[in-house]
């Protein structure tokens, strides 16, 4: 099964950086991985059988009178739907990023039992606060919660990259929630227009061309899901918590002394998102009033 945190995995092993990941998402977003880096991927083929096939127009012919595949794999090889791991891979080889050789051994390596990329960005980074990173683990499980609905909900790729230098300083809008009970967190994303855009429409199915209310309503409602599955998640470990209403601000920068700040990369663009213990100390006029 192919790791779920590939993109991540890349970024933690240098693979990609905070300059090319953004561009690497998205060109993965349309690109049809060749039939040697799919089967490459769900470890069908070694890198040098890969490498032979690579770009071969008879691919089925050849693998066949190669005897690298069968019948059967082949057939389900031309049904699978591409793994977004086999389209970063795909770009990758493309750009010469890498090899098929290297590509083979991140594919291998990334689906290792013991490999957690976004556990060890948010370890260190907790780790860099002087913060025990096993008693503030549900920072992390949060974290982890998020990249996987944004996966589901808004059909994207995404990678988290921990700076404070990277803060995106055109950033117009910030819609936040907090969480309170057992356990408390404040969360919020703070983004452009054009990615605030893109994240309402993925949410509703409609496309959005204004930041209005209707815009505003998508994004404060997919705060509300996200948060609201985290929290259903936290009582099962025992942590009761409950939710506050989401608010938008525009032109809102969290500030306090626990505020993390990541830089979540997707395919429709770059936003930041902010997460703390106490709260964000801000500018409660909220957008259209409210």
Same mark, same amino acid.
């Given at each position: 099964?192919?790791?779920?945190?590939?993109?991540?995995?890349?970024?933690?092993?240098?693979?990609?950086?905070?300059?090319?990941? #953004?561009?690497?998402?998205?060109?993965?977003?349309?690109? /049809?991985?060749?039939?040697?880096?799919?089967?490459?991927?769900?470890?069908?083929?070694?890198?040098?059988?890969? $490498?032979?096939?690579?770009?071969?127009?008879?691919?089925? %012919?050849?693998?066949?009178?190669?005897?690298?595949?069968?019948?059967?794999?082949?057939? &389900?090889?031309? $049904?699978?739907?591409?793994?977004?791991?086999?389209?970063?891979?795909?770009?990758?080889?493309?750009?010469?990023?890498?090899?098929?050789?290297?590509?083979?051994?991140?594919?291998?390596?990334? $689906?290792?039992?013991?490999?957690?990329?976004?556990?060890?960005?948010?370890?260190?980074?907790?780790?860099?606060?002087?913060?025990?990173?096993?008693?503030?683990?549900?920072?992390?499980?949060?974290? !982890?919660?998020?990249?996987?609905?944004?996966?589901?909900?808004? +059909?994207?790729?995404?990678?988290?990259?921990? =700076?404070?230098?990277?803060?995106?300083?055109?950033?117009?809008?910030?819609? @936040?929630?907090?969480?309170?009970?057992?356990?408390?967190?404040?969360?919020?994303?703070?983004?452009?227009? =054009? %990615?605030?855009?893109?994240?309402?429409?993925?949410?509703?199915?409609?496309?959005?061309? &204004? %930041? =209005?209310?209707?815009?505003?309503?998508?994004? &404060?409602?997919?705060?509300? /899901?996200?948060?609201?599955? @985290?929290?259903?998640?936290?009582?099962?470990?025992? +942590?009761?918590?409950?939710?506050?209403?989401? !608010?938008?601000? &525009?032109?809102? %920068?969290?500030?306090?002394?626990?505020?993390?700040?990541?830089?979540?990369?997707?395919?429709? #663009?770059?936003?930041?998102? @902010?997460?703390?213990?106490?709260?964000?100390?801000?500018?409660?006029? =909220?957008?259209?009033?409210?």
């Amino acid at each position: 099964m192919a790791n779920r945190q590939f993109s991540q995995y890349l970024l933690n092993r240098g693979v990609l950086s905070s300059d090319n990941a #953004g561009r690497v998402l998205a060109k993965s977003l349309h690109v /049809v991985p060749d039939l040697a880096v799919l089967a490459l991927e769900k470890g069908l083929i070694t890198s040098q059988q890969a $490498k032979k096939l690579l770009g071969v127009k008879e691919f089925v %012919v050849a693998a066949l009178e190669e005897s690298y595949l069968n019948a059967l794999q082949l057939d &389900e090889l031309k $049904k699978a739907v591409p793994d977004r791991s086999a389209c970063l891979g795909q770009v990758l080889l493309e750009e010469g990023i890498v090899d098929i050789h290297t590509l083979a051994k991140l594919f291998e390596d990334s $689906k290792d039992e013991d490999s957690h990329p976004v556990d060890d960005v948010i370890k260190e980074m907790l780790e860099a606060q002087g913060w025990d990173a096993h008693e503030h683990a549900y920072i992390s499980e949060y974290v !982890k919660l998020f990249l996987r609905a944004m996966r589901k909900f808004m +059909h994207t790729e995404a990678l988290i990259i921990p =700076n404070e230098d990277l803060d995106l300083v055109d950033a117009t809008y910030l819609t @936040y929630q907090s969480m309170g009970g057992a356990l408390r967190l404040t969360v919020g994303c703070r983004m452009t227009g =054009n %990615v605030l855009l893109a994240m309402a429409g993925r949410f509703s199915g409609e496309e959005e061309t &204004e %930041v =209005n209310e209707m815009a505003i309503d998508s994004i &404060e409602e997919l705060a509300n /899901v996200i948060n609201g599955l @985290y929290i259903v998640n936290m009582s099962g470990h025992s +942590h009761d918590m409950d939710l506050d209403m989401p !608010k938008t601000l &525009e032109n809102g %920068v969290p500030a306090g002394e626990d505020v993390f700040a990541l830089r979540v990369e997707t395919e429709f #663009g770059a936003f930041m998102l @902010y997460l703390s213990r106490e709260g964000f100390m801000l500018n409660e006029k =909220n957008l259209f009033g409210w």
